[in-house]
């Protein structure tokens, strides 16, 4: 059994995503996959187009084995927050062959030697970081000249700085350096890997081929009604799925749906909102006087938007503050280093025999239904993972539900389980 993991958000499986699928079995020869999936709210700091069952569902139907939860507390965060609760969680499975993601760059030479020099960090690099911080330089184009400087002076690899810079500016690259970061840090055994990304950018929002971003299906939907518009870009599982969820009046969620819930949260914990994690400097007070000055979530998120603060970094502030994900909690997991619980989403037969191989190399606790977790409600960081998962769902569900209230039972997590599917 040879297992590939892979860390995915599939805000909606597309083509891109099948054609990475395939190629990552392809190339690492993998016998098995492993999704690692953000739940219900995204890295962006944004809510997941369709509930995290569905999306889960869609990923096995079109060929991953087993799709696991991210916990809500390191999918909603930075690069290196999300990677390295990804990576600790395939590595607390204890039997993760070889991790493949997308990457601008294709080569995982290039980022594994960038990845290597960050984590340790040698004493030369350091100096040159040094002086470019002395000078005046910002941090990033202090690091990235330190870099350069190093690899060029050491001989480790053929790249001009231009290359550099922009191997260090793409989105893909950065997640994929922060992967072999963790690997490395939490000296893994599992072997990474990396195949080009295809065709299209990571945000465009054009879709002008068969493959194209996430982004441009989600903006489909949201601009048209027409569904079809998406159904060449998108397997044809991945598009009866969501035919069959907008039928039954699932309709997609987008950030803006949220809007009066967050402006509300953020009225009411006005003083107490330098609490919540990466509202830092004083940004609480901008945000605070913003809710009454703007109309929307969009306008919200400019209002506050700086040179110092990033649009993607404002929608995660925004969403910590929605759900109420705190500096203190944040402290106390984001450097974990082995995940107490791994929770089970949706299956195939082949995802049975992942599961089986885990029960006997690990010691972590398989969650298959809430009901089976009294084992563990005195280990505080399960405890405060599960607690940040449900309170995500319960925000999520309160619109999502919204055309369906009469299927709203409660807290859902207590409701749903795992999806199998059998393999034919």
């Known amino acids: 059994m040879n297992i590939l993991g892979l860390i995915v958000e599939y805000n909606p499986f597309h083509n891109g995503h099948l054609y990475h699928l395939k190629k990552s079995k392809e190339v690492t020869k993998a016998t098995h996959t492993i999704a690692i999936m953000s739940g219900n709210f995204l890295q962006r700091g944004e809510p997941a187009l369709f509930d995290k069952y569905t999306r889960a569902r869609a990923a096995v139907e079109n060929g991953v084995d087993l ?56 004493q030369e690099f350091r100096s040159y970081l040094k002086n470019y911080l002395d000078d005046g330089a910002l941090f990033p184009t202090a690091r990235s000249s330190a870099l350069f400087d190093y690899i060029s002076n050491n001989n480790l690899i053929d790249i001009s700085k231009e290359k550099l810079l922009d191997v260090l500016n793409s989105s893909n690259n950065i997640l994929g350096i922060e992967y072999i970061k963790s690997i490395l840090r939490l000296k893994s055994n599992i072997k990474p890997f990396t195949i080009a990304r ?71 914990d006005v003083n107490i909102l330098n609490q919540y994690f990466d509202v830092n400097e004083g940004i609480e007070n901008k945000i605070y006087q913003s809710i009454f000055t703007t109309s929307s979530l969009l306008d919200l998120q400019l ?11 404002i929608k995660r502030i925004l969403n ?33 025999e992942i599961l089986k191989k885990i029960k006997i190399n690990s010691d972590i606790h398989i969650v298959n239904k809430f009901s089976n977790i009294s084992f563990a409600i005195n280990d505080e960081n399960f405890k405060k993972l599960i607690d940040y998962d449900v309170k995500a769902s319960n925000i999520y569900n309160l619109i999502y539900y919204r055309n369906n209230r009469d299927l709203l039972k409660g807290p859902m997590d207590f409701y749903i389980s795992p999806i199998y599917i059998k393999q034919t």
Not at 68 to 93: D, K
Not at 96 to 120: H, Q
Not at 303 to 313: E, Q
């Open 198 to 268: 295809v065709q299209s950018e990571y945000n465009s929002e054009a879709i002008e081929s068969s493959i194209c971003s996430a982004t441009a299906i989600r903006k489909s939907l949201k601009d048209s009604s027409d569904i079809n518009t998406i159904s060449d870009v998108v397997p044809l599982n991945t598009f009866n799925i969501i035919s069959e969820k907008i039928s039954t009046n699932f309709n997609p969620m987008f950030d803006e749906m949220y809007y009066n819930i967050l402006t509300s949260t953020i009225a009411r």
């Open 320 to 352: 910590n503050i929605l759900l109420g994900i705190t500096k203190e909690d944040m402290e106390s997991v984001k450097t974990m280093n082995s995940m107490p619980y791994t929770r089970i989403l949706a299956f195939n037969d082949k995802g049975r």
């Open 67 to 122: 799709v696991i939860e991210l916990p809500t507390m390191y999918a909603c965060q930075s690069a290196e927050i999300f990677a390295h609760g990804s990576i600790a969680m395939l590595n607390s499975l204890n039997c993760v062959d070889c991790i493949c993601f997308g990457s601008e760059e294709g080569s995982v030479d290039i980022l594994s030697t960038i990845s290597d020099i960050l984590v340790r960090e040698p």
């Open 303 to 313: 209002s506050i938007k700086s040179k110092r603060y990033t649009l993607t970094k």
